[in-house]
């Protein structure tokens, strides 16, 4: 295992996760440096190297044994780095006061606080880092008042000084690197909607349709649920483009989308898959239902009228359907029988609706609704 993965405790982080990655393994890393150094220091003291007292170097001993537990109890679960952290910075305080009243040898004992300020800042935020300088402040005064602690009064004021200045800093640091990462993650969002959205229409793009169109088939395949697909695609665009501009164009592929969306229900998946083609996913609607609603769409989109340097320009679509069934594979499958039915609607003469059976050779085109029925697909 390498370090970096340890440090992880073999857990994987995803790409929303990168503060929690971070904070979980500066959080590792510092417990294997206290267990280290709490033992380091209670051994030497044992070998007459470095005296800090019979006292304190038992509580270096229990300090390293307990941090070495955390270790072990941050590997059971990723979770568990808050209670880990709140824990860490808990024995540190409790270890930094028993090396302030016994170890009065030491004229620069003070200083464990700064760091574990530093680290209550960095591990677990603001409040924390202020409730840890308010007890380490707290326990400083409490301690010189009731105790000699071989310090003198200006050592003691610096020393708050510090805290609290340390504080402050430690404050205005952790503060840019949570902004820092809000930012992060609100570009991330930004850019995930840009992949996987049309940037005209506004509507999903061909490539998250894929994806999620899979998972759809799957589901429904496994729960032995309908699954139907609508292929819509505009009439004679390419000649609406060349005689009217593409802005016209676009003002129309604009206006199509949101007639279409107001026809649909929420859970529907609706996509703009090419140019001027357009998916939709229904699913638990047999595909009788699903030509009624192709139909609405059909006849709602005939009231499409954008105005061109005096012109009316209108646009229709011809619309394919197809459903899945048991035999399916994968959702090309129903996508397949659908463009077929797609392609005989824009052969038996534009501006109608064809729908596939179970076979890509058996194509029912009906005669067009002249009033579509009503149905109601705002749920």
Known sequence: MNINNFLHSGFKFTGDENLQQFKFK?????????????????????????DIGPIHTKVNYVYSFLTLMLIYFLRLSKQNDTAASHALLMISLITFTSALIFVPQDEFRI????????????????????????????????????????????AIHSAILGLIIGSFLSDVYTSKINNYESSLKQQNSSLSILASTDYLTGVMNRRMFNQI???????????????TLLLLDLDHFKKINDTYGHQTGDQLLISFVQTVKNLLRKSDIFSRIGGEEFAILLS?????DAY????????????????YEGHNVYV?????????????????????RSDMALYKAKKEGRNRTCCAAFSEHDINCPQPLEQ???LDFSI
């Open 284 to 288: 638990q609607i047999d595909k009788q």
């Open 292 to 307: 009624l609603l192709a139909e609405k769409i059909r006849k709602a989109v005939e009231n499409i009228t954008v105005h």
């Open 111 to 154: 200083i464990w606080f700064y760091l574990l300020i530093f680290v209550a800042y960095i591990i677990n935020g603001k409040i924390s880092g202020l409730l840890y300088t308010l007890a380490s402040i707290t326990i400083i005064l409490i301690a010189n008042f009731t105790i000699d602690l071989h310090l003198s009064n200006v």
């Open 213 to 227: 169109s899979e998972h759809y088939f799957d589901t429904a395949q496994q729960g032995h649920l309908s699954l």
């Open 316 to 336: 229709r679509t011809s619309i394919g359907i197809a459903q899945n069934s048991a035999t399916d594979s994968s959702f090309d499958d129903i996508f397949s």
């Open 26 to 50: 500066m959080l590792n890393s510092i417990l294997i440096i206290v267990v280290f150094f709490s033992l380091l220091f209670a051994l030497l003291s044992d070998l007459g190297m470095n």
């Open 372 to 374: 579509a029925e009503r």
